[in-house]
């Protein structure tokens, strides 16, 4: 039974394992719990499940919230950290042994091995027998010496566990199939699942929104969860990201951390849309903002089915953020960028101007980068592309337009009148001469408006190469 109704406040949470980057994955799964609190003006919570201690690294927990950062995807409590809370699991497990709702187990591995084979050679479904397992009128095997106890969770023997799923709908799952789970080792630390439990109780979260890589642990946890007699939250388990071949979205598909993106020059207001619609949707609507997600996010049109990870996708999105973004911002990061790639601006036009001509066709910020990066650099132009454009009446014309530079003055426009003066001299169609003017100019053939890379690049630069590149 659901009791969200009788909540008043949402509350939701991301709980990461440190065990490595926040992957595209953690990171849609971050946003939807945070849209769905910030839909609700409930509460988000951060919590660190650190206690897988030997994969855990404090690198990182960091690299989880550089990545939420970078996101601005802002919590309202925590970072917990599970390993902090070690007292409270003791407690919780304590309490489940005095209730009668967990039991110590004495099975050896050799014998939990053993049971296993049996079960294997008879065909049977594997699964803790229950040796351990107190019930009315049962007598229990002696405890043996020497032997440390796990603590195992009584699980009910029968009934089902059923619950709404906000993603897959209705499921049912009798508990049968479910065995007496390990709460606590031998050494008393506590399992993944229990902790789990204990912080979704305490932390009074209402809705959990997760991977559906955890949908055979909610069963169990929702009984665990009951015999503690909590209530029982809200899940939706969304279905994973694939990648554009189909296969689990893993680093062969690249970039796989979510601060790589900003590396590779994406904006996160793109990564947010992007992701956002990547397994949920609001209509057609592809392109919305952040304020436009929080007001549209409710628990509906989550996807059933696995997204895919389309990256030509991610960059038209992101070439529209560019084109929307603060001119000033871009600027700054521009600057960056080419200052930490080495590329010098010295002796070339304004940045600020490059930017203006650039932006129109980059759809990342390295992409933006690159570009303005022709207007400044030594280019020259590939020989064998260059040669197949070139014939005597070409060469004339880009002679004749480099020599009659000098007798304009150096605007779009003027620039635009020069070119049709010369095409028609030389009776010669647009590409023709636009072709290899971009090639001797930048040294790539799809560049800005021509027109406004000459005037950029100014009368010398522009005769210069042009020269340079005819070997003339
Ligand atoms: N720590 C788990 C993970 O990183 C998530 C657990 C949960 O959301 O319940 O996969």
């Known amino acids: 039974m659901s009791t969200s109704s009788k909540i008043n406040t949402i509350r939701t949470r991301f709980a ?13 799964t971050a946003l939807y719990s945070w849209a769905f609190a910030r839909h609700n003006k409930g509460q988000f919570i951060l919590r660190i499940e650190d206690t897988d ?3 855990s690294t404090p690198a990182a927990v960091q690299a989880i919230m550089d990545g939420m950062h970078w996101l601005n995807l802002d919590y309202d409590e925590g970072p917990f950290f ?5 007292d409270r699991y003791g407690a919780m497990i304590d309490k489940m042994l005095a209730d009668g709702n967990a039991y110590l187990c004495y099975s050896t591995p050799d014998e939990l091995n053993q ?3 049996q079960q294997r050679l008879k065909g049977e479904r594997i699964r803790y027998d229950g040796t351990w397992r107190p019930e009315a009128g049962k007598t229990l095997p002696a405890i043996p010496d020497g032997i440390k106890p796990v603590v195992r969770f009584k699980n009910p023997a029968s009934g089902a566990v059923v619950w709404d799923d906000l993603v897959k709908g209705p499921i049912s799952i009798n508990n049968e199939e479910l065995d007496d789970l390990i709460i606590a080792r031998q050494d008393g630390t506590p399992t993944y699942n229990f902790c789990v439990v204990v912080d979704d109780w305490e932390m009074q979260i209402t809705h ?7 949908i055979n642990n909610t069963p169990r946890q929702i009984n665990i969860l009951r015999a503690l007699g909590g209530d029982q939250p809200v899940y939706g388990h969304i279905p994973m990201i694939l990648g554009p071949d189909g296969e689990k979205l ?3 598909h690249g970039a796989v951390s979510v601060v790589q993106y900003h590396e590779e020059g994406f904006l996160p207001e793109a990564m947010i849309n992007y992701l956002a619609r990547l397994g949920w949707s609001h209509g057609d ?14 628990s509906s049109n989550m996807s059933k089915s696995a997204a895919q990870f389309d990256p030509e996708k991610l960059k038209w999105v992101n070439a529209h953020y560019m084109k929307q973004a603060d001119k000033g911002m871009l600027l700054a990061d521009l600057t960056e960028r080419m200052a930490k790639a080495g590329y010098s601006t010295e002796g070339g036009p304004a940045l600020a101007d490059v930017l203006d001509v650039v932006l129109e066709r980059a759809s990342t910020l390295v992409e933006l980068r690159d570009e303005a990066n022709l207007f400044y650099k030594e280019v020259s132009a ?8 070139l014939d005597d009446t070409v060469i004339a014309a880009l002679k004749d337009f480099s020599s009659r530079l000098d007798s304009i003055e150096l605007n779009v426009e003027a620039v635009g009148a020069l070119v049709k003066d010369v095409l028609k001299a030389h009776n010669l169609k647009m590409p023709k001469l636009a072709m290899p003017v971009r090639l001797l100019l930048t040294g790539i053939k799809q560049t800005p408006s021509i027109d406004k890379v000459i005037v950029l690049l100014g009368k010398a630069k522009v005769q210069q190469r042009i020269s340079a590149g005819l070997g003339v």
């Open 208 to 214: 959990v929104i997760r991977g559906d890589d955890h």
């Open 82 to 86: 599970q390993m902090q809370r070690m």
């Open 53 to 55: 201690v030997e994969r």
């Open 115 to 117: 049971m296993r084979e």
């Open 16 to 28: 990461p394992s440190p065990t490595g980057y926040l992957h595209l994955g953690g990171a849609r």
């Open 285 to 298: 609507d592809e392109l919305f903002s952040r304020d436009q997600l929080v007001e549209w996010f409710d």
């Open 250 to 252: 893993s680093k062969r």
């Open 382 to 389: 590939p020989a064998e592309e260059l040669q197949a454009m």
